[in-house]
């Protein structure tokens, strides 16, 4: 029997990203006695810049290159990112463990071979997920490129 699907849309502006972005460049490992993920929430890509947390909006969504989540198995990275609001995540390549977490977690993930050809700001997802037998969000449905 055939497991039925649910759909999950997602529309946001897009944060570019390179490649090798690893754990303590998602959420710096001086945060992680902190349990609160509110907190983890305002801590979120501050390895990049300290001042990223704060421009984050809900639903924006990460577009990065290869080996996305690299680093250590900090499972607050992942929380970070959903806590802060991204709505989704594109990548080439995923690390493993960030790859099991996220997807675990309920988080949005997508797979493409060259995410740099996005030559656009905003970005929308259609998604899909067996409701029975799978895990996460990361089967791309349709994407439909907003200018």
Known sequence: ???????STVSG???????DI???LIYP???VPLVDPDQWAAHALEGIDPGFPARIQQNDIIVA???FGCGSSRSQAVSCLKAAGI???VAVLWHGYFFETA???DC???CVPRPSEFQVTRLKLILKRPKSGGVGWNSLLIPNLIF
Do not use: E, F, V
């Open 1 to 7: 029997m055939r497991a039925q699907q649910s759909l």
């Open 13 to 19: 502006r897009i944060i570019r990203l390179g490649d």
């Open 22 to 24: 690893d754990t303590d």
């Open 29 to 31: 490992g001086k945060y």
């Open 65 to 67: 290159g290869k080996n």
């Open 87 to 89: 709505g989704a995540i």
């Open 103 to 105: 997807s675990t977690r």
């Open 108 to 110: 949005r993930l997508w």
